[in-house]
């Protein structure tokens, strides 16, 4: 009988270390520019077959389609921790570096990594907490076309810029 209530308290502890996964969000823009879908962070490819390896870019929100598709999924208990998270691919979001025009790379979560700590501002922007004047931006300017959607899909390009209002709503 000890030995099965040693059993039970072990097993249960291993249940509480697996990772708890928050709600699955979007991250878009409050401004959706010249796209009525909205802009979101996404990864490059096509939902599940998106290609980790080449990083970030603004894209049609796909949830106009009904649900959150799995390469615009961030892990919303994650954002409590400076995360930026995509669960189904294991990858938190890494800035390049600390300076202007900087990309969004993919990796593996690395505990203490500063280039993958991220907090918002009052203002509703997402900036880098080791250098809070840098802000996740969706480039200005041309729009490309993506390969899909019942109105083809729109794509930007995302880098870290310094944070500014006359960026405002490219940063929020």
Known sequence: MR?????VVVLSLLSLSHNVLGEQV???LIDPI??????CIDIKGHKSKA???????????????GKIAVDQAFDSLSFGENRLYLSVFDVCVRAESMRAAASLQL????????LQK???DDKGRIYVVANPRLCITVAQGEVRKGGGGTRVHLIRNLSLQYCSASLMPTQQ
Do not use: M, N, P, V
């Open 34 to 39: 010249e796209e009525d879908r909205g802009y």
């Open 51 to 65: 290609k980790i390896q080449r990083g970030l870019q603004a894209h049609t929100c796909y949830s106009y389609q």
């Open 26 to 28: 979007e991250i878009h």
């Open 118 to 120: 991220f907090g918002w």
């Open 3 to 7: 030995t099965l209530h040693l059993l």
């Open 107 to 114: 990796e593996r979560c690395r505990e203490g990594e500063e």
